[in-house]
Structure formats: C-alpha cells, structure tokens
C-alpha cells in the first residue's frame, strides 16, 4: 500500500512566522503535489513536483515555496504567515510507472494563521 | 484554474437511501477518478474509469465514465453510516498529464 505522511496535523501559528508543511511517500514515486482545502470551493494546486529539484507552480502558488530535495520527502514554505493561509493542506503522491494518473493523499495538515 | 463542476454540493438523507452525484465539464478528460475524504483525514480512492462508457462498480459504489468524455456520476447504494464525508470526481485532461483537476466536492449527511 502506498503511503504519504505529512509532519503535523494539527498547526497553529502566529502571522508572519515561517511555516514549513513536511510530506513523505514511501513508493519512489516521481510526482508530488500540494494542495490546500477549502469550504465549498475543493482541492486546488498550489505547487507540484515531477522530479528531485524540479517544481512547478499550481493554480495558486502566491505566498507560498517548496523544496523537494529527495526523491520521497516534498516541502511546502509559507514565507511569511497571513490569516488567509488558515486552511486545510493536503500533500498527494503519483507514479509516472502508471499513464492513468492516480494521487495519493496524506492525512492532511490543518493549520491556523492567528 | 480550471474546475470540475460537481453537484450537489450537500446532501442530507436517510440511512438505506441510494446516493448520486455527477461532474460535468466544458473540457474532455482522459481519466475520471472519485475519492471519498472521511471527516479529518485525506482522500481515498474510491473508484478510477480509464475509457468512455465504462461503468465500474466497487461494492455498493458504480460509477460511469459519461460517452462525451466530459461528465461523469458515481451512485452510491443501500446507504450507511460510514458513507459520511465529502466525495470528490477528480479528471485528467490528457494521458500522461500529471496534474489531476478536481470538483468543488459533494458533502453527504446520513440521519440513522
């Protein structure tokens, strides 16, 4: 079974601090993502990964970085904390072994900007 | 960014009540997925379709890949407890696309 843990639950942080979200697959898989969850309006992408070092922006990467310098472990930054990062961040893992794209999703993290 | 249209967006029924949900769009998908995320955790897959027309079960779950490429609907049957959460169609545009777009998210209450 594949399996994709995230660093932290539960998060809460204060504005302006530097928040580092951590991700980890443990099936060699070369795609990683990033999303974040609100109410009523889904998952959206922040930013994705096909490769160790490699980074591509998502549909709203503003505020926020990623770092994937290992194959299995993929980082989401936010510089500097707002209010309006408060929300749910789910990481997710895929194999380009399989044309079909299927992610798989961590447990989430669920942060608080106070 | 691009989205899946998915509706309902919450449905509140009775325990033994068969469900149905669809996602439609503008654009033609090569892959349609549907994920379940129960309260506090992430998704999980629940069923992928790979061809148009294809009618896929898993349990009291089916789904269907819509004809046109650009719609597709997942009913769940006999409905219990632990079908509680939010049901997500998730699509891909072209094979080998890595990237996966999703619906806003159908959230389903069951009362016993």
């Known amino acids: 079974d594949v399996k994709v843990t995230q660093s932290s639950r539960y998060l809460v942080k204060r504005t302006g601090e530097k928040v580092f979200l951590e991700c980890v697959q443990d099936?060699?898989?070369?795609?990683m993502f990033w999303y974040r969850q609100d109410p009523g309006l889904g998952l959206r992408l922040i930013y994705f990964?096909?490769?160790?070092?490699?980074?591509e922006k998502g549909d709203i990467p503003e505020g926020y970085s990623v770092s994937r310098e290992k194959k299995e472990r993929f980082s989401l930054i936010l510089e500097s904390a707002s209010t309006n990062q408060t929300s749910m961040y789910l990481c997710?893992?895929?194999?380009?072994?399989?044309?079909?794209?299927?992610?798989?999703f961590g447990p989430g993290t669920r942060l608080l900007v106070l | 960014g691009q989205q899946l249209n998915q509706s309902p967006q919450s449905m509140f029924i009775q325990e033994g009540e068969d469900v149905s949900m669809n996602c439609t769009s503008s654009?033609?998908?090569?892959?349609w997925l549907w994920y379940k995320q129960d309260p506090g955790e992430g998704p999980v897959l629940l069923i992928a379709l790979y061809k148009a027309g294809e009618l896929t079960s898993n349990g009291r779950l089916t789904a269907q890949f819509g004809i046109t490429r650009k719609d597709s609907f997942l009913n769940i049957s006999a409905s219990i407890p632990s079908d509680v959460g939010i049901y997500f169609c998730?699509?891909?545009?072209?094979?080998?696309?890595?990237?996966?777009?999703f619906g806003q998210g159908t959230r389903l209450t069951i009362n016993p």
């Open positions: 990964s096909y490769d160790v070092k490699m980074k």
């Open positions: 998730a699509g891909q545009l072209s094979q080998g696309a890595q990237k996966l777009v």
């Open positions: 654009s033609i998908f090569n892959t």
């Open positions: 997710a893992s895929s194999s380009d072994r399989m044309l079909q794209e299927t992610q798989y």
């Open positions: 099936m060699d898989h070369e795609n």
